[in-house]
């Protein structure tokens, strides 16, 4: 990612918020998550969490800590420029594992969470 020059003092967002907001977007998406689903994970609303992913409003430190931490990547990877990234090097089972991550976190129940560890384990066995 380029560094630009530092705007004036002004709090408007730049690039590199949409940019972010983008990136938590995109993940958010991938993840098969709602607006509200991650806002209601995040103690925000939806509508902040939409504004957060168009740039409209800026992410603190803390908040992008935070996002990143409920949607499992390293803070890095929410200033990644997809248009840096060679797609062809991307792990395509990537996807797939954050699904199965994301249902796994979603449950709650110990018993649902012990079927699921004896299906995959049933599924990688056979």
Known sequence: MRHEPRQSSSRAPTRVDQLVGGKIRALRIAQNRTLAELGSELGISHQQLQKYETGTNRLSAGM???????????????????????????????????????????????EKLETMARVLKALSTG
């Open 64 to 110: 992008l800590s935070v996002v990143a931490e409920a949607l499992r990547v390293p803070i890095a990877d929410l200033f990644e420029d997809e248009s840096d990234v060679d797609k062809s090097t991307l792990d395509p089972a990537l996807k797939v594992r954050a699904q199965c991550h994301d249902w796994i976190e979603r449950t709650k129940s110990t």
